[in-house]
């Protein structure tokens, strides 16, 4: 059964960083891409940046291009958000997603979500 597992929300002012993790379990997941999204509330869904598991190769929300950065560690089957420069704009509910799809900028590409973690930046 795959499980996605994020950690690492909280609280941090404007212009901090936050680092999120999600630990992925329950398959080998060589062939997906992972990727990022957030809903704020009262807002859709919105797609932060994606990562192929395989070759690394990243994507990113025009948003937050320049401020975040996705990796991956294929040996522990973690894949990271480090979030700097944060607005308080970035404010919503963290998610990771797991596809074997093409088109990463679409939730529903995405066959397996974590339960979401709550980032929260005060001005």
């Known amino acids: 059964q795959v499980q996605l597992a994020e950690s690492g929300g909280g609280l941090v002012q404007a212009g901090g960083s936050l680092r999120l993790s999600c630990a992925a379990s329950?398959?080998?997941?060589?062939?997906?891409?992972m990727g990022w999204f957030r809903q704020a509330p009262g807002k859709e869904r919105e797609f932060v940046g994606a990562?192929?598991?395989?070759?690394?190769?990243?994507y990113y929300a025009d948003s937050v291009k320049g401020r975040f950065i996705i990796s991956r560690d294929n040996a522990k089957n973690m894949v990271y958000l480090q979030m700097n420069s944060l607005k308080p704009e970035d404010t919503a509910i963290y998610y990771c997603?797991?596809?074997?799809?093409?088109?990463?900028?679409?939730?529903?590409?995405?066959?397996?979500w974590g339960q979401g973690t709550q980032v929260t930046v005060s001005s």
């Open positions: 997603a797991a596809t074997r799809g093409s088109y990463l900028y679409s939730g529903s590409e995405y066959d397996y």
């Open positions: 329950g398959r080998t997941f060589s062939g997906y891409a």
């Open positions: 990562i192929r598991w395989s070759s690394g190769l990243a």
